[in-house]
DNA sequence: TTTAAATACTACTTGTAGGTGGTAAATAAT
DNA sequence: ATTATTTACCACCTACAAGTAGTATTTAAA
């Protein structure tokens, strides 16, 4: 019952980049910032990038920035672009052949808790992320 | 975000058995009602018997059944026997540094949901799980 | 006493998230 | 042009959850 630790990795440094817009940041240096290995954060980037989240500028002096035609990131995107969205979607345990009149011993459970996480990612965007806090990242 | 698989499996042979009680069943009878890999539920049977939620008859004509000293049983017990319970009593990303005023990206919106989530592990037991289902189990 | 059916235990296999390392290609500074 | 710094890409490694296989041990029925 946990996020996956990349998700966190792709939201923390989407969240620096969100704040920092209009700069260019490598790699080498964020993963000094935001303390995320340096080669796992390259692959995180890429796949961010593919996923539309963000401009590359590529040789010395390149980096990353976030896409300027972007004006909300929500956590959805984000998330769905990492590790899928099924948990959100359909449940934590995802059987296909489940149902109200065909459940899992943990949906009674589940399904009070659900539609407060489903509301949390699908509702949440990057400002309301990153307004609250003085990130040390 | 999901629970382990093999949490699931622990709360339907345990939810099973508790509206079972009195009658001893092998791994043999239980892995076809409940739907789990024959060997993977023994091994999950031998955590939960070691972690005291059971009573064994070994040899023939012999399985397991509650432990009739226990008169209820809560999610988080089950739970904690599992996977551990790292997730609620600290987070879902769990780390040792965090606090209010130092957190990571997620803290805010989970600590809007870690409460509820909290709450159902903890207040929760197999009465509540086996009532309200005709469980096909 | 023999046999069948059960748990107990150990080792192995598989899939995947997380992480490491090396190199090719791009590109700005020199 | 050369060099340094950067992204892009590919292959591998590690840890762990999930699942498989086989055997020793226990015990009741026959
Ligand atoms: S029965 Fe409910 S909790 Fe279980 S897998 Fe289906 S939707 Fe999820
Ligand atoms: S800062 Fe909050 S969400 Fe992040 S790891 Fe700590 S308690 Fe969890």
């Not at 910032?33 to 539309?52: E, F």
């Not at 989240?53 to 004006?71: C, D, H, P, T």
């Not at 984000?78 to 590790?83: Q, R, V």
């Not at 699908?122 to 003085?134: H, Q, R």
Request: with cysteine.
């Amino acid at each position: 019952m946990r996020f996956q630790k990349t998700t966190e990795y792709a939201l923390r440094v989407m969240v620096f980049l969100w704040n920092h817009q209009g700069e260019l940041y490598s790699v080498n240096r964020m993963h000094k910032i935001l303390n995320i290995p340096y080669k796992y954060l390259g692959r995180v980037m890429h796949t961010l990038t593919g996923a539309g989240f963000l401009e590359v500028q590529q040789g010395k002096m390149g980096g990353y920035q976030i896409n300027a035609q972007k004006s909300q990131i929500y956590l959805y995107e984000i998330i769905g672009a990492i590790e899928g969205l099924d948990s959100y979607e359909r449940c934590v345990l995802g059987f296909p052949e489940c149902s109200d009149e065909n459940p899992c011993t943990l949906h009674k459970i589940w399904s009070n808790q659900q539609p407060g996480l489903k509301d949390m990612v699908y509702n949440v965007c990057l400002n309301d992320l990153g307004a609250e806090y003085n990130l040390k990242y």
